[in-house]
């Protein structure tokens, strides 16, 4: 079959040419049109269900609302993780669905169990599912300017007019840019009309609160009579009674007494007024700014949806009113642009570098040339298969590419090589298209058996799971993409394409002698390798001792190299999160804020702060007044004069005198991946499960001091779970009874007296400003006037609270975090100095050695860590079975167990290089470095294949076993070493670079660099000697057998 299509390769060459053309052309469209992010996808499905219960205690709303919600929840299709976060008058289940599950399926299935829980759910509560997002959809953040000095000047607008803009103007017209899930608002104020009730007032009229907000709510409707007809026309009716305005509110009649009408405005003050604020955002030291979040819809194109986003900004500018401006301090742009930059500038160098390789090593440039074009072929037959399978490009299917440059010549190393020993050795008058053909199926069978071998050893990456398996997925799709492209057009483009540019020596007859048509460089290299060579195959025993003593040197050193998950990516922005005292206020919470991003700033790296407190408008994000996140805003890295190490040291030294504040780094994108895969926004989280919060507590702080001193430990903090105080109103049912009143009576009182309820709202130019009801400030603002507030009785008199209930200041929860329906407190670590896996290690032998869990409570390692183990467990099992495969493939290829075992002995010796490097080079293995093994073993099986495969050839020509070794070893010099040359200095500007994404393949590169040296070595000397001595040890045990043979039938 190879034979028929290479003949008809070049039978048809201009056809071959033409199609050539067509791919090219096609694998520029597709590129252009791939959609472009900084990473794969690596979400699992996920839908959040949003609980607002006002008034409840975090314990009631887990009772209530969290409890019975994850009861309906358990057990549903497809479902990974469930978790829950319960707050003051909040409560967030967010449930995780594996990741084949579809996500308009999953959010059906979550709201028919929602739907059936809701009736045993409390009344007066509201929520609903979040956007469809994913946790790392937040793609760009603005915050909305309107302080007049602009050019055009303009007035000084409040917080509470932009934060209207966000809501009414800004926000609904993002919304409709394709790709966007929904635009958070952060910040500003939620313009109101509040009627500040003066409680006197309400004695002195006999007016109870419940009849205002009755007079509200029936006094703000617009109504329909249908139609009449009047003569042959038709007239629709309807009433007109909808408030307009402040004043329409004061001039409601409440009710009239003794003939005279009491209004509105008679026992209450109306004004403009603002929501309870449950979060605000500050910046650069300066106070309040208003902000928007735009959320990407979970399986849009971010580059694409920002792109669009900026559009409708600037659309948006014309209308704004004058002195309002927007400006970004995250955009995910720049690090997709800058991460695929950094991929792509390593493609375009490591093509660059593989070309003088070729020249140098060929010594002729048209066969360079020839073998270069493979590489652009390729690359652009992988853009059309990455547009026909959905695959994004990206820093890991890009970086696929870039990994594989010195792979992808492999095949057409070895076929323009062999063609050009052929063009070398040609004999006068022979064709040229003959000559081609008989070259290239010389060396086709070994070509096809070691691309399929290198597409086999990545298989394994194919069985990740989890977030790995999403990262490198993509990776392990393009390289197996590129692999089949560079294998067929070595075998059809790569001919034709010789036959036309590659230059035809024919041979001078020179008696006794063969001309030697070896460049200077080869020349000087088989000086050096040969004498090596015929050493080892003299001494062979002496040759596999010492390879063997290499490899135990290299195994010695592989248990003190760290484990981790994966690199820390610099993504180009830093956000350092903070936590204060959880009963603090939110205005407390800003005034600590201020001289924190003061300090910052103070670097001169940092150009601006944008601070975040609290919750989000949506409650996707539900943090506590006491948390805060801070965005840094920083000049180019290119404009830095100290590193990023440097830089955070900097950091932390500027806030160290902050110490009554908890505080921990990280980056946008991190701190997403690590709350998505955990629920926690750290390196490494220890989970405490258990049942009784004060014993989580406790033994939480026992934990969180003893990590505090374990080496590496740095932003140790646990989660709150107590520290809010709450005033708590405990009802006498006895006395409340006696007196005919319901606890329900009571319960109104003092959710609209002292939270404000909206009762109604009025339009302003199709804005919706509530209308919030509750009593002015000092009649609701402690213990005390609390307890003198009036309950009405049904006989029309007033009794205080005071005498109803008791009122008390008691200690209560700040939150409750579930997962799996179990409770559970999480103690929070990053690492610096040392790998996660050790140190997790040190701080589980120090647990189950000096903390003492009580029955039913258990601990469980998350974060890094976790993925990490996973990951192993998965590469622990699969690499073994693609070896197995691979052996498999090479015994059907060779047909011998011997020539097979010989081949795959190269894995363990290519591994010492690699083990060397990783060492030595202070890397940790991560995931990025077991992809380079996994790398390492296809290119050391490939060159023992390219060996192995022409000593026998050569044996089949006649050749004796040490005539083949030595004539083989020597003519297979320059593509063995063309082939190790060509994919380290294919790697070499991975190894190199320093953009985002660098750090995820620099230990890939580091290893195969490494592990190539010396593989290239072993190949070339240890093989050859293996060899030999299996091949003349099974010769000899044939003839052995012979000779016993013969003599048996003459005894006979």
Do not use: C
């Not at 609903?128 to 602009?150: H, S």
């Not at 899930?181 to 006999?206: C, M």
């Amino acid at each position: 079959m190879i034979a028929a299509i290479l003949r008809f390769s070049l039978i048809q060459r201009l056809m071959i040419i033409l199609l050539t053309l067509g791919i090219a052309a096609a694998g520029l469209w597709s590129f252009k049109t791939l959609p472009i992010d900084a990473f794969p996808d690596i979400s699992a499905p996920q839908v959040q269900i949003i609980i607002k219960a006002n008034g409840m205690s975090p314990t009631e709303v887990e009772q209530r609302i969290t409890f019975p919600i994850e009861m309906e929840m358990q057990g549903i299709p497809g479902q990974r993780v469930l978790r829950s976060t319960t707050k003051y008058a909040l409560s967030v289940i967010v449930v995780d669905f594996e990741d084949d599950m579809d996500i308009y399926l999953a959010r059906n299935l979550v709201t028919e169990r929602l739907n059936q829980a809701w009736d045993s759910l409390p009344a007066n509560i509201e929520g609903d599912l979040a956007p469809i997002t994913t946790p790392l959809g937040e793609i760009f953040m603005y915050r909305i300017i309107g302080n007049g000095n602009g050019d055009s000047g303009g007035k000084n607008y409040s917080n509470q007019e932009l934060r209207s803009l966000q809501d009414w103007v800004i926000r609904p017209h993002l919304r409709k840019v394709e790709g966007v899930a929904d635009v958070n608002s952060l910040g500003g104020e939620v313009r109101t009309y509040e009627v500040v009730i003066n409680p006197k007032a309400l004695v002195k009229h006999g007016i109870s609160i419940d009849e205002i907000e009755h007079a509200l709510m029936e006094s703000n409707r617009n109504a329909g009579g249908d139609r009449i007809n009047q003569n042959d026309e038709v007239l629709l009716v309807r009433t007109v009674g909808k408030l307009n305005d402040m004043d329409d509110i004061k001039n409601i009649t409440v009710r009239t007494r003794y003939g005279e009408p009491i209004h509105i405005r008679d026992v209450a003050e109306v004004r403009v007024g603002s929501m309870t604020r449950y979060g605000a955002v500050t910046a650069d030291g300066e106070g309040e700014v208003v902000t928007g979040l735009v959320l990407l819809r979970k399986g849009a194109n971010s580059l694409q949806t920002v792109a669009e986003t900026k559009k409708a900004l600037q659309s948006l500018q014309s209308i704004l009113p004058e002195g309002v401006s927007i400006e970004s301090f995250y955009d995910r742009t720049e690090l997709i642009t800058k991460a695929v930059w950094t991929v792509e500038k390593a493609l375009a160098e490591a093509v660059v570098l593989v070309l003088l390789v070729l020249i140098i090593m060929l010594g002729d440039i048209r066969s360079a040339l020839t073998v270069a074009l493979i590489l652009p072929l390729t690359v652009l037959f992988t853009f059309i298969m990455m547009k026909l399978f959905n695959v994004s490009a990206n820093l890991m299917s890009l970086g696929g590419l870039a990994i594989a440059i010195g792979i992808l010549v492999d095949a057409a190393v070895v076929v323009v090589e062999n063609i050009h020993t052929h063009f070398s050795k040609a004999p006068p008058g022979v064709n040229r298209l003959h000559l081609v053909y008989r070259a290239v199926l010389e060396v086709s069978s070994p070509v096809i058996s070691g691309i399929l071998i290198i597409v086999a050893v990545f298989l394994p990456l194919f069985s990740l799971t989890g977030l790995e398996g999403k990262m490198f997925t993509p990776l392990a799709i393009t390289i197996t993409f590129a692999l089949i492209g560079s294998l067929v057009m070595s075998l059809t483009v790569i001919p034709v394409l010789a036959s036309f540019f590659m230059k035809l020596h024919v041979q001078e007859q020179v008696e006794g002698q063969a001309q030697n048509t070896d460049g200077r460089l080869i020349r000087v290299l088989k000086f050096i390798y040969l004498p090596v060579m015929n050493w080892a195959l003299r001494y062979r025993k002496t040759a596999v001792g010492l390879a063997l003593v290499a490899l135990f040197a290299a195994a010695s050193l592989f248990p003190h190299i760290g484990k981790e998950f994966m690199p820390v990516m610099d993504e180009g922005s830093t956000v350092i999160m903070i936590e204060k005292d959880p009963g603090i206020t939110l205005e407390k919470s800003l005034e600590m804020d201020a001289p924190i991003q003061k300090a910052m700033m103070e670097l001169p790296e940092v150009i601006g702060v944008t601070s975040r407190t609290g919750a989000d408008e949506l409650r996707m994000d539900p943090m506590g007044l006491n948390q805060t996140d801070n965005f840094l805003v920083t000049k180019p890295r290119e404009q830095w004069t100290i590193s990023l190490q440097q830089f955070q040291e900097n950091l932390r030294e500027k806030l160290s005198p902050f110490d009554n504040v908890d505080i921990a780094f990280s980056q946008p994108i991190d701190m997403r991946v690590s709350e998505m895969l955990t629920g926690v926004r750290s390196a490494m989280a220890i989970k405490l499960y258990g049942d009784d919060l004060a014993v989580l507590e406790q033994k939480a702080i026992e934990i969180e001091q003893l990590v505090n001193e374990i080496s590496g430990a740095i932003d140790v903090f646990r989660t709150d779970i107590s520290g809010q105080k709450y005033l708590q109103i405990n009802i006498n049912q006895d006395v409340i009874s006696g007196y005919g009143i319901h606890v329900e009576d009571i319960n109104r009182l003092v959710e609209t007296a002292v939270g404000g309820r909206v009762v109604s709202e009025l339009l302003e130019n199709n804005r919706r400003v509530g209308i919030l009801v509750r009593y002015q400030e000092k009649d609701r603002s402690s213990a005390k006037a609390i307890k003198k507030m009036l309950v009405s009785l049904p006989n029309g008199t007033k009794v205080t609270l005071g005498h109803l209930a008791e009122v008390t200041v008691v200690d209560g929860p700040v939150q409750i975090i579930r997962e799996s329906a179990k409770r559970l407190v999480v103690i929070q670590s990053n690492v610096e100095g040392r790998d996660v896996v050790s140190f997790v290690e040190d701080v589980r032998l120090n647990i189950e050695q000096k903390v003492e869990l009580p029955t039913g409570y258990y601990v469980t390692y998350g974060g890094q860590f976790e993925n990490q183990q996973r990951a192993s467990e998965r590469l622990a099992l699969v690499v073994p079975i693609a070896i197995v495969l691979i052996f498999f493939m090479l015994f059907t290829t060779f047909r011998s167990l011997l020539q097979a075992g010989v081949i795959i002995l190269n894995i363990p010796f290519a591994m010492i290089g690699g083990v060397v490097s990783l060492y030595y080079s202070g890397l940790y293995l991560s995931v990025p470095a077991s992809v380079g093994f996994i790398t390492l073993f296809g290119v050391a099986v490939l060159n023992g294949v390219v060996m192995v495969s022409y000593f026998n050839q050569l044996r089949q020509s006649g050749l004796s076993i040490q005539q083949s070794v030595r004539q083989g070893a020597e003519r297979r010099l320059r593509p063995v070493l063309m082939t190790a040359m060509i994919a380290s200095f294919g790697l070499l500007p991975l190894l190199t670079a320093t953009g985002p994404g660098s750090e995820l393949q620099q230990p890939l590169a580091v290893v195969v660099i490494g592990g190539l040296f010396t593989s290239t070595i072993l190949t070339l000397i240890l093989l050859p000697a293996l060899y030999a001595w299996v091949e003349e040890a099974l010769e000899k045990r044939v003839l052995n057998k012979n000779a016993e043979e013969k003599k048996a039938k003459v005894s006979a």
